[in-house]
């Protein structure tokens, strides 16, 4: 999970930071954080860099948290945010952008691991949304549409329901972008979505769109692994 704070106070940077990792610890999440101090500093970062929730002080100097929060929904409508306040009553203009909580000031380990849940919820009923750069541009893709990636050249390939787009993303980029839970790397040129497998046999796979693709060697047991993970997730 990749979490953005915005606050422009060193001693709460660091503060927070420690205890988000603390609680991620017992989450047992994975957790990078990226630290802004500024409202300016974290849109300009935002445009080309994908994070899974945003913490927003209110009182930022420049440009405070709920306009940095208007701005953020323009751009993405689901994207968990959150805001950090010494003030209790700030807390209900939150409302208007969809915040999944807030944090008061002093900053208490309680209300950190209550975010960090609320969070965690909050991702899990989303579907997540990819930032797919092509020579053409820019498009949003949701996870579910894709097939497989496979690796062409110096640039990947996206095949999804409705045909394919052409990324310049290299594969080791696909992996760390997409979610553990639903992708695979089954072969060094290929990357598959677990729940669009249609039958796995012992050197190939095939999916739903009727592709078949190559299993490396010594990766059977791992990819049966995680498939059956997978469905207990989604089934169970």
């Given at each position: 999970?990749?979490?953005?704070?915005?606050e422009d106070e060193k001693i709460h940077q660091d503060y927070l930071a420690a205890m988000l990792k603390g609680a991620s610890k017992d989450y047992g999440i994975v957790l990078s954080l990226r630290v802004f101090g500024s409202a300016e500093a974290f849109l300009f970062a935002f445009e080309e860099e994908k994070v899974d929730a945003v913490l927003l002080?209110?009182?930022?100097k420049t440009m405070n948290g709920y306009a940095l929060a208007e701005i953020i929904r323009q751009r993405d409508k689901n994207i968990p945010l959150a805001f950090i306040t010494g003030i209790k009553d700030y807390v209900f203009e939150g409302y208007n952008v969809d915040a999944c909580g807030y944090i008061l000031k002093p900053i208490k380990m309680e209300s950190v691991y209550k975010l960090m849940n609320k969070i965690?919820?909050?991702?899990?009923?989303?579907?997540k949304s990819l930032i797919v750069k092509t020579k053409d541009g820019i498009i949003n893709l949701?996870?579910?549409?894709?097939?497989?990636?496979?690796?062409?050249?110096?640039?990947?390939?996206?095949?999804?329901?409705?045909?394919?787009?052409?990324s310049n993303?290299?594969?080791?980029?696909?992996?760390?972008?997409?979610?553990?839970?639903?992708?695979?790397?089954?072969?060094?040129?290929?990357?598959?979505?677990?729940?669009?497998?249609?039958?796995?046999?012992?050197?190939?796979?095939?999916?739903?769109?009727?592709?078949?693709i190559p299993i490396a060697r010594g990766m059977w047991e791992e990819l049966m692994m995680a498939y059956l993970a997978y469905r207990r997730k989604v089934y169970h």
């Open positions: 999970m990749k979490i953005a704070i915005v002080d209110i009182q930022l965690i919820k909050k991702l899990s009923s989303v579907e949701y996870e579910n549409d894709i097939y497989y990636i496979e690796s062409s050249n110096h640039s990947t390939i996206l095949h999804i329901n409705k045909g394919s787009y052409v993303t290299k594969l080791r980029e696909w992996v760390e972008e997409l979610s553990k839970e639903s992708f695979f790397k089954v072969h060094r040129c290929y990357i598959i979505n677990l729940g669009m497998i249609e039958k796995i046999e012992k050197t190939e796979v095939l999916m739903n769109n009727a592709t078949e």
